[in-house]
């Protein structure tokens, strides 16, 4: 067998191993098989990655790998640019996304989808707006709300709204203007408030009333400089307070625990030196926070200028975040995107040139526990 | 033993990737990522100039049209139309101009004059698939949506399927 591996590693025509073939021992026939399905996912941890699917845009995809093995578990097709988002039991993924009748042409039909997380199947569907945001994949842009009553879908017309869904009586109850605001903040302890960073540096909250519509909203002080100092859209949540990245590497709180979002501190994630290598923050999804530990992971690139908040990480700084000190830097693998396992033990990343997610092992020596290929375009990690 | 020959071909995949990345250009800090080869296939792989091939002899890729850093693309995030039968002020054949687009500012290096480029996408066909670029001097999340690359810029078409993206000079900034 070992001479055949070696002949089929240089290449040498099947033909010329059929005299090997016949040379080996006579041994019992192989067992009949039956053909059956995979019940549902083994993995305890899974990673689900979205992938956009740049090159044939129609037919995205969600995958799902195994948190623990780096072992590719299923796949859900997303349609043309969905969402996903995991359902807060981890029962259920809801995409938001869209079809043409005849693949790239035809009648359109926009819909959120729900398929079953563990048997990977398809339960229903809810029609949407076709105002739904085509929009690559990005943490925030489809939100479900803290008592799982809620979902709400981002929308651009290019106008910002979002989209209500009453999953209770599953269909879509309002549409609420957003103007000028982006991505849907839930805030844990009110069930029935999000906000949105808006153009003009505020947060914008609103307030849902029990048939979905806008019940009330408040607009917050300026709480960032979107031209000097854009913050990221992806916002990770301590409580009711919400930690921003920020392009040139600061980080940014904000409160959404009242009815108005306010200022909760803002620090430095670089020293001036490093400031002046240019080092920043960048990617898709660049900041991983595990509450439980209090630490706080940034991707970080240097070289950084205007334009360079999307590039890969060189290496991933982690903050304690009480004291607002970096306690370790760990190998960047070119992640666009990051997180952390539910114990915080590992680090999650994306690296954007070899589309493959990197788990490490994270502690004194950090080791990398493998590197898996997944997908075309990935940009994006939900763990559960 | 499909699985070896797997690994294998992987491995063979990873050496050709490893001979393909190049580092070259003004923006040498982020333009390293060159098209990733995986089994024969081209991959489209996160960023920046993903380009591959498409560039004209001798041309610095600052002035080619068809590469990721020709400098109207400094905010360019799809498949360059004029790699996909288009040029940078049509939609190739069969595609559909987006109503609706953003505008970026890109500097001219022939006459130190910052422009302002309009971003349209090519809409109404499956996307291109060829010479994808991912650039983003100046862009911001959707909160400011109108220097925003992340999404969909046929979205307010009849038909949305995103196909690629010109670089119109619309004005001096």
Same mark, same amino acid.
Do not use: F, H, N, Y
């Given at each position: 067998m070992k001479a055949i591996l070696e002949a089929a590693r240089r290449g040498l025509p099947i033909l010329a191993l059929a005299g090997l073939i016949?040379?080996?021992? @006579? @041994?019992?026939?192989?067992?009949?098989?039956?053909? $059956?399905s995979e019940p549902v996912v083994k993995a305890k941890t899974r990673i689900y990655i979205p992938d956009i699917a740049i090159m044939h845009i129609a037919d995205g995809k969600l995958h799902v790998v195994d948190g623990e093995t780096g072992a590719y578990q $299923?796949?859900?097709g997303t349609g043309f640019t969905g969402q996903t988002k995991v359902s807060h039991d981890g029962k259920q993924i809801f995409i938001a996304t869209g079809y043409y009748s005849r693949g790239q042409r035809g009648e359109r039909t926009d819909i959120v989808e729900v398929w079953n997380a563990d048997t990977l199947s398809f339960e229903y569907e809810i029609p949407i707006s076709e105002k739904r945001a085509m929009a690559l994949n990005y943490k925030w842009l489809l939100t479900q709300s803290s008592d799982s009553r809620w979902l709400i879908v981002q929308n651009a017309t290019p106008a910002t709204s979002v989209q209500v869904i009453d999953l209770a009586q599953k269909k879509t109850v309002s549409e609420i203007t957003m103007p000028g605001c982006w991505a849907i903040y839930p805030v844990p302890s009110q069930p029935n408030r999000f906000g949105a960073l808006c153009g003009d540096g505020t947060m914008q909250m609103v307030t849902l009333a029990e048939d979905g519509s806008a019940a009330s909203r408040t607009i917050s002080e300026p709480l960032f400089d979107p031209d000097a100092d854009a913050l990221f859209i992806q916002g990770e949540p301590t409580g009711d307070t919400y930690h921003f990245v920020s392009f040139t590497g600061n980080v940014v709180s904000i409160d959404l625990s009242g009815e108005t979002a306010k200022a909760a501190g803002k620090w430095s994630l670089v020293s001036s030196a490093e400031r002046k290598k240019g080092w920043r923050p960048g990617g898709y999804q660049p900041l991983a926070l595990h509450v439980d530990s209090g630490r706080m992971y940034v991707a970080m690139h240097p070289g950084g200028a205007e334009g360079s908040h999307k590039n890969p990480a060189k290496e991933v700084w982690v903050y304690d975040v009480a004291t607002k000190k970096r306690v370790a830097k760990v190998h960047g693998h070119g992640a666009t995107a990051i997180a952390t396992s539910a114990d915080g033990k590992l680090l999650y990343a994306i690296d954007a040139e070899k589309a493959a997610l990197v788990i490490t092992q994270l502690g004194k020596k950090p080791k990398v526990r493998g590197t898996f290929q997944v997908g075309e375009f990935p940009s994006q990690l939900e763990v559960r | 033993?499909?699985?070896?020959?797997?690994?294998?071909?992987?491995?063979?995949?990873? #050496? #050709?990737? #490893? %001979?393909?990345?190049? %580092? %070259? %250009?003004r923006r040498s800090a982020v333009a390293k990522i060159g098209t990733m080869m995986v089994g024969g296939a081209v991959l489209p792989m996160l960023p920046f100039d993903r380009s591959g091939g498409e560039a004209h002899a001798g041309m610095p890729a600052i002035d080619d049209p068809m590469k990721c850093e020709y400098w109207r693309n400094c905010a360019l995030d799809g498949f360059l139309c004029t790699c996909c039968g288009g040029s940078v002020t049509s939609c190739p054949p069969g595609a559909e101009a987006s109503k609706v687009t953003w505008v970026g500012t890109c500097k001219n290096p022939k006459d130190g004059k910052d422009y302002l480029v309009s971003y349209n996408d090519c809409c109404g066909k499956v996307a291109c698939g060829r010479c994808l670029c991912n650039f983003n001097e100046r862009e911001r999340p959707a909160y400011r949506m109108g220097v925003h690359n992340d999404i969909n810029w046929c979205m307010a078409d009849k038909q949305t399927m995103y196909h690629c993206t010109v670089s119109v000079i619309v004005g001096v900034a």
């Open positions: 016949q040379s080996l021992p @006579a @041994a019992a026939d192989l067992p009949v098989e039956t053909l $059956g $299923g796949v859900i | 033993m499909l699985q070896i020959i797997e690994t294998w071909i992987d491995k063979m995949a990873e #050496r #050709r990737v #490893r %001979s393909a990345a190049q %580092s %070259s %250009s």
